[in-house]
């Protein structure tokens, strides 16, 4: 076996696939209770709707994001939390609060609001514990 799969070119493969693995994992926020997230702060959101991204911390009973703009909300403004499937594309939380809507969505990468790897375990897990701290739901 001369080529590529040979002993030597072999376990070059292996060393570039583990480099890469190390270099995805190591990019990756293992900060419990923040999460990486796009959102929309508006009445509806649609395919053609512009996100914004940033980070998710829910601290201090205030739920805050940090990234291309910047967003507060008590946690007792809050009236609902909904999970639900936009378009059949990925898993969307709509939070009705008393000033109006906001869409959110965990996500592994966001490029320019428009491309995004939506995170469907981290958003299930962000509904839940936004639904505890909602008053109307507990």
Known sequence: MNGLLS????????????????VLLLKIDWTPGKYKVMFHDGPKVGIKTKMSSGWLVVEDRQMKITGSKELSLALENMR???LF???????????THAHGTLFVSVVRFC????????????TRKLVALLTASCPSQS
């Open 111 to 122: 490029i320019a609001g428009q491309i995004a790897t939506i995170d469907f375990f981290k």
């Open 85 to 95: 499937r936009l378009h059949g594309l990925g898993r969307m939380i709509r939070i």
């Open 7 to 22: 002993g030597e070119g072999l376990v070059g493969l292996i060393l570039i696939g583990l480099t890469s693995l190390t």
């Open 80 to 82: 609902s939390v909904e």
